[in-house]
T-cell receptor, first 120, second 112 residues
Protein backbone atom coordinates (compact mmCIF):
# COMPACT_ATOMS: atom_id res chain seq x y z
CA UNK A 1 0.00 0.00 0.00
CA UNK A 2 1.29 3.43 -0.93
CA UNK A 3 1.69 5.57 2.20
CA UNK A 4 1.90 9.02 0.55
CA UNK A 5 0.71 9.31 -3.04
CA UNK A 6 0.73 12.22 -5.46
CA UNK A 7 -0.91 12.82 -8.80
CA UNK A 8 0.11 13.46 -11.43
CA UNK A 9 3.66 12.15 -11.52
CA UNK A 10 4.55 14.32 -14.51
CA UNK A 11 2.99 17.63 -15.52
CA UNK A 12 4.00 19.54 -18.65
CA UNK A 13 2.14 22.77 -19.30
CA UNK A 14 2.36 26.20 -20.86
CA UNK A 15 3.20 29.44 -19.11
CA UNK A 16 0.12 31.20 -17.78
CA UNK A 17 -1.90 28.04 -17.20
CA UNK A 18 -3.44 27.01 -13.88
CA UNK A 19 -2.75 23.51 -12.55
CA UNK A 20 -3.32 21.40 -9.44
CA UNK A 21 -1.33 18.63 -7.77
CA UNK A 22 -3.07 16.23 -5.42
CA UNK A 23 -1.66 14.46 -2.39
CA UNK A 24 -3.12 11.78 -0.16
CA UNK A 25 -1.68 9.92 2.82
CA UNK A 26 -3.08 6.76 4.39
CA UNK A 27 -0.81 6.81 7.46
CA UNK A 28 -3.30 8.56 9.72
CA UNK A 29 -0.87 11.46 10.19
CA UNK A 30 -2.14 14.84 11.30
CA UNK A 31 0.43 17.05 9.55
CA UNK A 32 1.12 17.38 5.83
CA UNK A 33 3.66 19.43 3.88
CA UNK A 34 4.52 20.67 0.42
CA UNK A 35 8.16 21.01 -0.65
CA UNK A 36 9.77 22.32 -3.82
CA UNK A 37 13.02 20.74 -5.05
CA UNK A 38 14.99 22.63 -7.66
CA UNK A 39 17.33 21.28 -10.32
CA UNK A 40 20.24 21.33 -7.85
CA UNK A 41 18.27 19.14 -5.43
CA UNK A 42 17.77 21.97 -2.94
CA UNK A 43 14.65 21.22 -0.90
CA UNK A 44 12.53 24.13 0.28
CA UNK A 45 9.46 23.82 2.49
CA UNK A 46 6.46 25.74 1.14
CA UNK A 47 3.48 24.95 3.35
CA UNK A 48 2.42 22.79 6.24
CA UNK A 49 -1.05 21.90 7.47
CA UNK A 50 -1.93 20.40 10.82
CA UNK A 51 -5.43 18.96 11.17
CA UNK A 52 -6.54 20.94 8.11
CA UNK A 53 -5.17 24.23 9.44
CA UNK A 54 -2.31 26.13 7.84
CA UNK A 55 0.66 26.33 10.22
CA UNK A 56 3.60 27.12 7.95
CA UNK A 57 3.48 29.45 5.00
CA UNK A 58 7.00 30.21 3.86
CA UNK A 59 7.79 32.98 1.40
CA UNK A 60 5.90 31.63 -1.57
CA UNK A 61 4.13 33.66 -4.30
CA UNK A 62 0.40 34.11 -3.86
CA UNK A 63 -0.07 32.12 -7.05
CA UNK A 64 0.46 29.00 -4.92
CA UNK A 65 -2.54 28.05 -2.81
CA UNK A 66 -2.77 24.89 -0.72
CA UNK A 67 -6.10 23.33 0.18
CA UNK A 68 -6.73 20.62 2.73
CA UNK A 69 -10.25 19.16 2.48
CA UNK A 70 -9.49 16.68 5.26
CA UNK A 71 -6.56 15.37 7.30
CA UNK A 72 -5.60 12.84 4.66
CA UNK A 73 -5.41 15.22 1.70
CA UNK A 74 -3.37 18.31 0.88
CA UNK A 75 -3.66 19.69 -2.64
CA UNK A 76 -1.57 22.41 -4.25
CA UNK A 77 -3.08 24.77 -6.81
CA UNK A 78 -0.82 26.99 -8.90
CA UNK A 79 -2.18 29.94 -10.86
CA UNK A 80 -0.51 31.66 -13.83
CA UNK A 81 2.39 29.26 -14.07
CA UNK A 82 5.83 30.72 -14.76
CA UNK A 83 9.02 29.19 -16.16
CA UNK A 84 10.64 29.38 -12.71
CA UNK A 85 7.95 27.12 -11.26
CA UNK A 86 9.53 24.18 -13.07
CA UNK A 87 10.71 21.83 -10.33
CA UNK A 88 9.82 18.63 -8.50
CA UNK A 89 7.11 19.11 -5.89
CA UNK A 90 7.00 16.71 -2.96
CA UNK A 91 4.19 16.10 -0.56
CA UNK A 92 5.05 14.71 2.88
CA UNK A 93 3.34 13.85 6.14
CA UNK A 94 4.33 13.34 9.76
CA UNK A 95 2.70 12.55 13.06
CA UNK A 96 2.78 14.89 16.03
CA UNK A 97 3.26 14.00 19.63
CA UNK A 98 1.55 16.14 22.22
CA UNK A 99 4.04 17.46 24.74
CA UNK A 100 3.49 19.19 28.04
CA UNK A 101 2.21 22.71 27.63
CA UNK A 102 0.19 21.82 24.55
CA UNK A 103 3.16 21.87 22.18
CA UNK A 104 3.27 19.41 19.33
CA UNK A 105 6.41 17.68 18.17
CA UNK A 106 6.88 16.38 14.66
CA UNK A 107 9.55 13.98 13.67
CA UNK A 108 10.01 11.62 10.74
CA UNK A 109 8.67 12.88 7.43
CA UNK A 110 7.17 10.44 4.95
CA UNK A 111 7.51 11.68 1.39
CA UNK A 112 5.48 11.04 -1.72
CA UNK A 113 7.16 10.12 -5.02
CA UNK A 114 7.10 13.69 -6.34
CA UNK A 115 5.42 15.55 -9.19
CA UNK A 116 7.77 16.70 -11.93
CA UNK A 117 6.43 20.00 -13.25
CA UNK A 118 7.79 21.47 -16.45
CA UNK A 119 6.54 24.86 -17.58
CA UNK A 120 7.19 25.69 -21.23
CA UNK B 1 18.09 30.43 13.36
CA UNK B 2 18.39 26.79 12.45
CA UNK B 3 20.68 25.56 9.69
CA UNK B 4 22.26 22.39 8.37
CA UNK B 5 25.53 22.34 6.44
CA UNK B 6 26.55 19.33 4.38
CA UNK B 7 29.68 18.69 2.39
CA UNK B 8 29.26 19.48 -1.28
CA UNK B 9 29.15 16.65 -3.73
CA UNK B 10 29.28 14.72 -5.77
CA UNK B 11 31.17 12.16 -3.73
CA UNK B 12 32.53 9.50 -6.08
CA UNK B 13 33.73 6.18 -4.68
CA UNK B 14 34.57 2.70 -5.84
CA UNK B 15 32.51 -0.22 -4.56
CA UNK B 16 33.56 -1.41 -1.07
CA UNK B 17 35.17 1.94 -0.21
CA UNK B 18 34.55 3.68 3.13
CA UNK B 19 32.04 6.53 3.07
CA UNK B 20 31.82 9.66 5.20
CA UNK B 21 29.42 12.50 4.48
CA UNK B 22 29.87 15.39 6.88
CA UNK B 23 26.94 17.24 8.44
CA UNK B 24 27.03 20.04 10.99
CA UNK B 25 24.11 21.98 12.37
CA UNK B 26 23.05 25.10 14.21
CA UNK B 27 19.87 24.94 16.25
CA UNK B 28 18.13 26.33 19.28
CA UNK B 29 17.38 23.85 22.02
CA UNK B 30 17.83 20.13 21.48
CA UNK B 31 16.92 19.06 17.97
CA UNK B 32 16.34 15.61 16.57
CA UNK B 33 18.71 14.77 13.70
CA UNK B 34 18.00 12.77 10.58
CA UNK B 35 19.54 11.38 7.43
CA UNK B 36 17.23 10.95 4.47
CA UNK B 37 18.13 9.26 1.18
CA UNK B 38 16.70 10.04 -2.25
CA UNK B 39 17.19 7.42 -4.93
CA UNK B 40 16.93 8.56 -8.57
CA UNK B 41 13.39 9.45 -9.55
CA UNK B 42 11.97 8.90 -6.08
CA UNK B 43 10.97 10.85 -2.99
CA UNK B 44 13.06 11.11 0.15
CA UNK B 45 12.93 8.31 2.67
CA UNK B 46 14.25 8.13 6.20
CA UNK B 47 17.60 6.38 6.48
CA UNK B 48 18.30 6.86 10.20
CA UNK B 49 17.76 9.27 13.05
CA UNK B 50 18.94 10.20 16.53
CA UNK B 51 16.95 12.14 19.07
CA UNK B 52 19.48 13.03 21.79
CA UNK B 53 23.18 13.57 22.34
CA UNK B 54 25.43 10.51 21.93
CA UNK B 55 22.63 8.47 20.31
CA UNK B 56 23.74 6.45 17.31
CA UNK B 57 21.31 5.91 14.46
CA UNK B 58 21.94 2.96 12.15
CA UNK B 59 20.27 1.29 9.18
CA UNK B 60 21.39 -0.75 6.15
CA UNK B 61 25.04 -0.53 7.25
CA UNK B 62 24.93 3.26 7.60
CA UNK B 63 25.63 4.92 10.95
CA UNK B 64 25.63 8.42 12.39
CA UNK B 65 26.26 9.62 15.94
CA UNK B 66 24.67 12.73 17.46
CA UNK B 67 27.64 14.79 18.70
CA UNK B 68 26.39 17.77 20.67
CA UNK B 69 29.86 19.05 21.52
CA UNK B 70 30.78 19.39 17.84
CA UNK B 71 27.18 19.91 16.61
CA UNK B 72 27.71 17.19 14.04
CA UNK B 73 25.91 14.14 12.68
CA UNK B 74 28.28 12.63 10.11
CA UNK B 75 27.07 9.71 8.01
CA UNK B 76 29.36 6.71 7.61
CA UNK B 77 29.33 3.32 5.92
CA UNK B 78 32.16 0.84 5.96
CA UNK B 79 31.69 -0.63 2.49
CA UNK B 80 29.51 1.09 -0.09
CA UNK B 81 27.68 -0.66 -2.93
CA UNK B 82 26.62 0.57 -6.34
CA UNK B 83 23.03 0.48 -5.09
CA UNK B 84 23.92 3.16 -2.48
CA UNK B 85 24.23 5.73 -5.28
CA UNK B 86 21.72 8.42 -4.31
CA UNK B 87 21.42 11.89 -2.82
CA UNK B 88 21.73 12.06 0.98
CA UNK B 89 20.10 14.81 3.04
CA UNK B 90 20.93 15.72 6.61
CA UNK B 91 18.05 17.35 8.50
CA UNK B 92 17.01 18.57 11.92
CA UNK B 93 13.74 19.23 13.70
CA UNK B 94 14.04 21.53 16.73
CA UNK B 95 12.38 20.29 19.90
CA UNK B 96 8.70 21.20 20.00
CA UNK B 97 8.63 22.37 16.38
CA UNK B 98 6.82 21.47 13.18
CA UNK B 99 9.47 22.91 10.94
CA UNK B 100 12.23 20.67 9.56
CA UNK B 101 15.44 22.17 8.19
CA UNK B 102 17.22 20.24 5.45
CA UNK B 103 20.78 20.46 4.21
CA UNK B 104 21.41 20.96 0.50
CA UNK B 105 21.98 17.27 -0.14
CA UNK B 106 25.13 15.37 -1.10
CA UNK B 107 25.17 13.22 -4.21
CA UNK B 108 26.96 9.87 -3.87
CA UNK B 109 28.10 7.99 -6.95
CA UNK B 110 29.50 4.49 -6.47
CA UNK B 111 31.33 2.84 -9.36
CA UNK B 112 31.69 -0.95 -9.74
Amino acid sequence: DTAVSQTPKYLVTQMGNDKSIKCEQNLGHDTMYWYKQDSKKFLKIMFSYNNKELIINETVPNRFSPKSPDKAHLNLHINSLELGDSAVYFCASSQGELLAGGLQYQETQYFGPGTRLLVL
Amino acid sequence: GNSVTQMEGPVTLSEEAFLTINCTYTATGYPSLFWYVQYPGEGLQLLLKATKADDKGSNKGFEATYRKETTSFHLEKGSVQVSDSAVYFCALVPGGSYIPTFGRGTSLIVHP
